[in-house]
């Protein structure tokens, strides 16, 4: 198995195309749905959090992000989250979504999933 075989339709990368509709309750995870939400007050802390959120997984809102990972890469991630959160003014959750209530997922209107750029020419 090369590592091209486990693109799936959500991220694969379609020429022309800017953005696919997207149905969360389709996806197949390999591991555990996460969805990372945060309330970062200081702009520089806010900045490190979306950053690594962004290596870790696609934005579907502002500050809200889905992440598909093992036990031991969640806790890998959340643990460089909690680096850059002050406790007593920032707000950080991870909600755990198994595959059967996944399929459960409802949406309305017109759900867009960005992609993540394969690479940028200068």
Known sequence: MNEFE???EYNRYKIGEDSSEYDPSKEVYRNMLYI????????KRLRKVAKTC???GI????SVF???????IFR???????????????SLLAYR??????????SS??????????????
């Open 76 to 90: 890998e991630f959340w643990d460089k989250l909690k680096l850059h959160v002050d406790e007593d003014e920032d």
């Open 6 to 8: 486990n693109i799936n």
């Open 36 to 43: 990372i939400a945060y309330d970062i007050r200081e702009p």
């Open 109 to 122: 209107g017109a759900v867009v999933r960005p992609g993540k750029p394969l690479l940028y020419f200068m």
């Open 66 to 72: 889905e992440c598909d990972f093992s036990e031991e």
């Open 59 to 62: 934005r579907v809102e502002y």
């Open 97 to 106: 979504i198994c595959g059967s209530c996944v399929q459960k997922i409802e």
């Open 54 to 56: 962004e290596d870790y």
